[in-house]
């Protein structure tokens, strides 16, 4: 079992910032893939962000690149996304996910554990 608990949600201005974290517990973190998804209200969740467990590769959807960076520290079990330029679309629940997996995960089927969200409000 992983255990996710997502934090740094909160309600920001378009073009502000806000850095959300997911730690880990449970089995061995670096041996996981971690993702980033969202759901709107009245939408289906969607991918944001993936990362390798070695960090080393990434992946975004095309509406967050070059605004959000998702980054791991494996020793403190924690992932992140540095989310920049916000914008009023970004408002969602944003959860993280895991799979035992050494490659950049998109699809949320693929996805075992998931966290129970943090809520992101982006206000015009």
């Known amino acids: 079992q992983v255990q996710l608990v997502e934090s740094g949600g909160g309600l920001v201005q378009a073009g502000g910032s806000l850095r959300l974290s997911c730690a880990a517990s449970?089995?061995?973190?670096?041996?996981?893939?971690m993702g980033w998804f969202r759901q709107a209200p009245g939408k289906e969740r969607e991918f944001v962000a993936a990362?390798?467990?070695?960090?080393?590769?990434?992946y975004y959807t095309d509406s967050v690149k070059g605004r959000f960076t998702i980054s791991r520290d494996n020793a403190k079990n924690t992932v992140y996304l540095q989310m920049n330029s916000l914008k009023p679309e970004d408002t969602a629940v944003y959860y993280c996910?895991?799979?035992?997996?050494?490659?950049?995960?998109?699809?949320?089927?693929?996805?075992?554990?998931w966290g129970q969200g943090t809520q992101v409000t982006v206000s015009s």
């Open positions: 990362i390798s467990w070695s960090g080393s590769n990434t």
């Open positions: 449970g089995r061995t973190f670096r041996n996981y893939a």
């Open positions: 996910a895991a799979k035992s997996s050494a490659f950049v995960i998109a699809t949320p089927e693929e996805y075992r554990y």
